[in-house]
């Protein structure tokens, strides 16, 4: 009686398995990267201190968050406006 040789990971069963096992992980990495600069937003730039060993990262967040349209960035009339928003022509 013979014995099939066992393998010790299943050989996906076409190339197209592959590749979307490698987007998955990219999309993976990519959301682990944008959790990880949020974290380090709010452990330091957003506190008001400076980011150990790369001050320049806390400036670039810090110039990407002062362009954001936030609650902070409005006046008081635009905060509470329920109307709906009319785009503006520059």
Known sequence: MEVAPVSAAPRPSNPGDVSRVIWILFAMLGIILLAGLVV???AYP???EE???APWVGEAMRKGVN??????????EQKYDTRPQEKQHH
């Open 46 to 48: 957003h506190r008001g």
């Open 67 to 76: 362009l954001l349209p936030t609650l902070d960035n409005q006046s008081d």
């Open 51 to 53: 980011v150990p060993n």
């Open 40 to 42: 380090l937003y709010v």
